[in-house]
């Protein structure tokens, strides 16, 4: 399900819960105007085993819905306070939705050129080929002439196809990087924007726990759970074994961090005993980070673009002009020299 979907279905059914409606009551009728798919699959059987009169904790652990969403009700239920914090899981997933539209708007415009310049560089490749080895005896001139050899032609047409392999290998290496879900969460925490949205999503989620009554501990062991196969998830399980040692103050357990910049640790640490404080405030600043620098590089991306593509389409069309410019000298010669 969409994060704009999971934002939409909390705040319905955080508001059917405040109205006074039981969970299993609210969650049939939220089921009954869904449509089809697994998410609801998943909440109308939950509603099935409450009405059974299956424990909470027992249904949330049989069905397959996010372990933080299953997390968070879980602490909503323990805290007597389920729809406030529905309230705070549907504005958390409202932001992520928000973030990765502008990370997914940010990657349309550098895909489409990638695309069009493959288009366009194999098209000229394919064409210039066909017309240097045809039957149509343009190049014969310049071979018989001397002035341009079989091996000066060969190594124009190399020349001519490295732009389109290159670029088919960089189409290649950037489907790979979408479609593959490892290197897509690799590469969200070292690219710019990327890092900062997903520094900002770290900091919402554990600022929503804390604040909903988890421990420090469960929080960073879940945060870890959650973020395994990035570079954050090691670090956040060695937070977690710090602060088993005894560390406290989260410039301890954060100590050395290379996945975490500075300025995070440093927010953190100004929530002093309060880490929820501190996380809040890290989600705050690193969200309008986030928000300008995928901005920037939205306006910065289009133009680069554009230019790379014609500076690439100029440098496959340079050792064919140099190939031509011994055909049109020899075209000139009899006009200079005169009848």
Request: charge should be positive.
């Amino acid at each position: 399900m969409k994060y704009e979907e999971l934002a939409f279905v909390n705040q319905q059914l955080a508001g059917m819960l405040k109205s006074g409606i039981p969970l299993e009551g609210a969650l049939r009728q939220l089921c009954a105007n869904m449509r089809r798919g697994q998410y609801r699959t998943e909440l109308d059987a939950l509603e099935k085993d409450l009405a059974k009169g299956v424990p909470l904790k027992e249904a949330l652990a049989a069905r397959k819905l996010p372990e933080f969403y299953v997390r968070m009700i879980q602490l909503g239920a323990q805290s007597n306070d389920l729809p406030g914090v529905l309230i705070l899981v549907a504005d958390y997933y409202q932001r992520a939705h928000l973030g990765w539209t502008r990370l997914k708007g940010l990657m349309v415009y550098p895909v489409i050129v990638l695309v069009a310049s493959l288009g366009l560089a194999a098209f000229v490749a394919v064409i210039c080929t066909t017309v240097m080895g045809g039957d149509a005896g343009l190049f014969d001139p310049l071979r018989a002439g001397g002035s341009t050899s079989e091996f000066e032609l060969r190594s124009t047409l190399f020349a001519m196809w490295t732009a389109p392999v290159a670029l088919l290998l960089i189409t290649l290496a950037v489907a790979i990087a979408l479609l593959v879900p490892a290197f897509r969460r690799f590469l969200r925490w070292w690219l710019p924007g990327f890092r900062e949205s997903s520094l900002t999503n770290l900091a919402s989620s554990m600022n929503l726990m804390l604040s909903s009554g988890s421990h420090l501990g469960e929080a960073l062991d879940l945060a870890g759970r959650l973020e395994s196969g990035t570079p954050a998830g090691p670090e956040l399980l060695r937070w977690k074994s710090r602060l088993a040692e005894g560390n406290a103050k989260i410039a301890d357990i954060a100590k050395d961090s290379k996945v975490f910049p500075p300025l995070f640790v440093w927010l953190l640490a100004q929530g002093g005993e309060d880490l929820a404080a501190g996380f809040k405030k890290a989600t705050e600043i690193y969200s309008a980070r986030a928000s300008y620098r995928t901005e920037l590089l939205l306006y910065v991306t289009l133009p680069v673009s554009m230019l790379v593509l014609g500076m690439m389409i100029l440098g496959q069309f340079l050792p064919l002009f140099r190939a031509l410019t011994p055909m049109i000298d020899q075209l000139g010669d009899p006009w200079i020299g005169g009848p």
